[in-house]
């Protein structure tokens, strides 16, 4: 996995296309810088006060966007000698900012709903699995979810 730093997060401006019936979103193709293959695609609804935290992919390079609601997503490098002294980056997607997240291996994360409904699509370049992820109670850091 070698050192990772939030730096190496990239965001991309997506283009929204505005159709009668109904905007088309694009999301990645395999020529967008962030795109090192194909692994899966999956989507996770989050709820209004509700936070999924904290997670770490070992493997896994992640795409995360957010076609519904907005979505702030927290990132963490884990300072290994004191914990209470970690980096954080910070980053809101959604409708209201139609980007794209690329998150290399190797960085924590969490993120909650700022709408009632959020609607997360995470296209990875491998299949998910239990096996290479990293996961830790909410507590664990001390980040302070507003």
């Known amino acids: 996995m070698g050192s990772v730093n939030l730096n190496s997060i990239v965001l991309s401006q997506l283009s929204r296309i505005e159709t009668v019936g109904g905007d088309v979103l694009h999301g990645i193709k395999k020529t967008d810088n962030g795109y090192y ?3 899966e695609a999956y989507f996770s609804w989050i709820f209004a006060g509700h936070i999924k935290a904290w997670k770490r992919h070992n493997l896994m390079t992640m795409n995360l966007i957010v076609p519904f609601g ?22 809101e997607i959604g409708e209201n900012r139609f980007m794209r997240i690329t998150v290399p291996p190797g960085i924590w994360f969490g993120f909650q709903s700022l709408s ?30 507003s």
């Open 70 to 91: 907005n979505v702030r997503f927290v990132f963490c490098v884990q300072n290994k000698e004191e914990n209470n002294n970690n980096e954080y980056r910070v980053e």
């Open 116 to 145: 009632s409904k959020s609607l997360v699509l995470n296209v990875s370049d491998i299949v998910h699995k239990s096996t290479e992820v990293d996961r830790v109670s909410i507590s664990h850091f001390h980040y302070t979810w």
């Open 37 to 39: 293959g194909f692994g």
